[in-house]
């Protein structure tokens, strides 16, 4: 089995500052893509953010120039400049997991809270 553990979340003040992390550990070959979703009270979870396996990354476009996603092995991290209350939601890790040659699965972290106030 695969875990994904998440910290780094928070309450901060708009305008400020909070880094995520995601260390993933477990039955693990390889790691592909590696993403940061959020979902919000009554909203469908959405992608914030992914970094593939060549450090390629995308976002979505609410966070563009505020949000950088990196990683460093089995750790993806998310930083995110000038947060907005529009930012706040639960903040979840998730990854394509290579366990064997023939077996790839992907998994979900527990998630994290990310408060914003304005």
């Known amino acids: 089995q695969v875990q994904l553990v998440e910290s780094g979340g928070g309450l901060v003040q708009a305008g400020e500052s909070l880094r995520l992390s995601c260390a993933a550990s477990?039955?693990?070959?390889?790691?592909?893509?590696m993403r940061w979703y959020r979902q919000a009270p009554g909203k469908q979870r959405e992608l914030v953010a992914v970094v593939a396996n060549n450090s390629s990354t995308n976002y979505v476009d609410s966070v563009l120039g505020r949000f950088s996603i990196s990683r460093d092995k089995n750790t993806v991290l998310l930083q995110m400049n000038n947060l907005k209350p529009e930012d706040t939601a639960v903040y979840y890790c998730n990854a394509d997991v290579q366990q064997t040659i023939s077996r790839m699965m992907n998994f979900w972290g527990q998630g994290t809270q990310v408060t914003v106030s304005s």
């Open positions: 477990g039955s693990i070959l390889r790691i592909n893509a």
